[in-house]
């Protein structure tokens, strides 16, 4: 096969490591080779290994945990292929943020439509820019209510040692049940392009996060620039 139809480097990345979890030489519990050994192993840069980790985090493969290194799951569950944008946010460390903003606000109408509150409820905003190697990869902002954020670290500005979710249901007890997301592609704001430094097409994902009972936690925004990310999936035909 040609070249050109070979998959990117990233993704090849991913495939070896998939088999090798899949063979067993990476059993679940276990820590994956560090980024430094793979780098060296697999003859690709830092950069590629890394796009492939948060990937293959994306998809269940495996977790991350700062500090750390990444530690196998196995197979997901679900399709291999999926990617869910709002679930790998709310479950995101933040220890990879290049910058963390939180402010006090009045929702703004789409983001009232969100949570199912009336427009200009004051509302808690936490936004966060999120790295790829040396080059900002993603604008994230979530929203939450002022009664779900008492109590808990998300008006700080340090960085949460866990993810947002995880954080929720340790401090508030609170338990996400599923998340509903709008996917569009667009050129992105003045803002957006000066946070992101690009000038790409963007990928922006509205989300809300949702109880067992389809009541609203939170709601959440995620800008991705177009040219590194792709996003796809795999289902069954019957």
């Given at each position: 096969?040609?070249k ?5 480097k ?8 998939q ?22 192993e697999?003859?690709?840069g ?35 292929d ?54 900002p ?5 979530m ?16 960085p ?29 704001s ?49």
């Amino acid at each position: 096969m040609g070249k050109e139809f070979q998959p990117p480097k990233y993704a090849q990345v991913m495939t070896a490591i998939q088999e090798r979890i899949e063979s067993g030489v990476y059993g679940p519990g276990e820590t994956l080779p560090s980024e430094t050994e793979l780098v060296r192993e697999l003859g690709v840069g830092r950069t590629t290994v890394v796009r492939a980790l948060q990937t293959l985090a994306m998809q269940g493969w495996i977790t991350r945990e700062h500090g750390r290194g990444s530690f196998v799951k196995g197979r997901p569950q679900s399709p291999a292929d999926q990617v869910r944008p709002g679930l790998t946010v709310a479950d995101e460390i933040e220890a990879a943020a290049a910058d963390i903003n939180v402010q006090r606000l009045a929702a703004s109408r789409p983001v009232a439509r969100l949570l199912g509150i009336a427009e200009r409820t004051p509302v808690v905003a936490r936004r966060r820019i999120m790295m790829q190697g040396d080059r900002p990869s993603s604008l994230q902002t979530m929203w939450f209510p002022l009664e779900l954020a008492l109590g808990t670290d998300l008006e700080r500005v340090d960085p949460l040692r866990m993810g947002v979710r995880q954080h929720l249901q340790a401090i508030k007890r609170v338990r996400v049940d599923h998340v509903v997301e709008r996917l569009a592609a667009r050129k992105p704001s003045k803002e957006e392009s000066e946070l992101l430094e690009t000038t790409a097409p963007v990928l922006a994902v509205l989300a809300s996060v949702h109880d067992p009972s389809g009541t609203p936690l939170f709601a959440m925004s995620v800008v991705l620039p177009g040219d590194l990310h792709e996003l796809q999936d795999v289902y069954q035909v019957d």
